[in-house]
T-cell receptor, first 115, second 109 residues
Framework: DGGITQSPKYLFRKEGQNVTLSCEQN?????MYWYRQDPGQGLRLIYY???????QKGDIAEGYSVSREKKESFPLTVTSAQKNPTAFYLC??????????????FGPGTRLTVT | DAKTTQPPSMDCAEGRAANLPCNHS???????VYWYRQIHSQGPQYIIH???NNETNEMASLIITEDRKSSTLILPHATLRDTAVYYC??????????FGAGTRLFVKA
């Protein structure tokens, strides 16, 4: 089955620790995205990547880092510099941005709790 | 990006049509209207999109007014599994897909 996988579904960390969220897609999509969702709110864009080895900051990139070494993978690291890391994190992918707009396909999400 | 106005919540009886309105009066000529939905604690799911003409797929129908200032998503026979938050998103090319608060649809038995 083609799709996007995120792991783990639930993640618990102590304050001050960095944590990496996994996102993998087998849709052969060029573009990948990370969003954050807080309770009762819409989605906010953290980072996006149009192509391997390239990525750009979204609206709320502070305290986060990403890498895009492979087309299929776009891991997100939540660093200790992120002041309010507890949230629901969603990864998405789409066909090339250059000829958009294309619909985005989302993974199931990772719920991160930092105490 | 065009601003959108959607009712915060709506109810629908199971088996009836659910009509979800969206106002996007500032939409520009190159912006499509996209609809997504998000079932509780899951990732958003793409439903349908359109530019000028009405569109239909296996999930829903999209009716766009002639002046393109508003649209309506129609779920023809709502089921309990259609209970979700529905997002109306005007979008041109590029990376930004702005998810606002959406409409929380409750389908009741």
């Amino acid at each position: 089955d083609g799709g996007i996988t995120q792991s783990p579904k639930y993640l618990f960390r102590k304050e001050g620790q960095n944590v990496t969220l996994s996102c993998e897609q087998n849709l052969n999509h060029d573009a990948m995205y990370w969003y954050r969702q807080d309770p009762g709110q819409g989605l906010r864009l953290i980072y996006y990547s149009q192509i391997v080895n390239d990525f750009q900051k979204g609206d709320i990139a502070e305290g986060y880092s990403v890498s895009r070494e492979k087309k299929e993978s776009f891991p997100l690291t939540v660093t200790s510099a992120q002041k309010n890391p507890t949230a629901f994190y969603l990864c998405a992918s789409s066909s090339s941005l250059a000829e958009g707009p294309y619909e985005q396909y989302f993974g199931p999400g990772t719920r991160l709790t930092v105490t | 990006d065009a601003k959108t106005t959607q009712p915060p919540s709506m109810d629908c009886a199971e088996g009836r049509a659910a009509n979800l309105p969206c106002n996007h009066s500032t939409i520009s000529g190159n912006e499509y209207v996209y609809w997504y939905r998000q079932i509780h604690s899951q990732g958003p799911q793409y439903i349908i999109h359109g530019l000028k003409n009405n569109e239909t797929n296996e999930m829903a129908s999209l009716i766009i007014t002639e002046d393109r200032k508003s649209s309506t998503l129609i779920l023809p026979h709502a089921t309990l599994r259609d209970t979700a938050v529905y997002y109306c998103i005007p979008r041109a090319g590029g990376f930004k897909t702005i998810f606002g608060a959406g409409t929380r649809l409750f389908v009741k038995a």
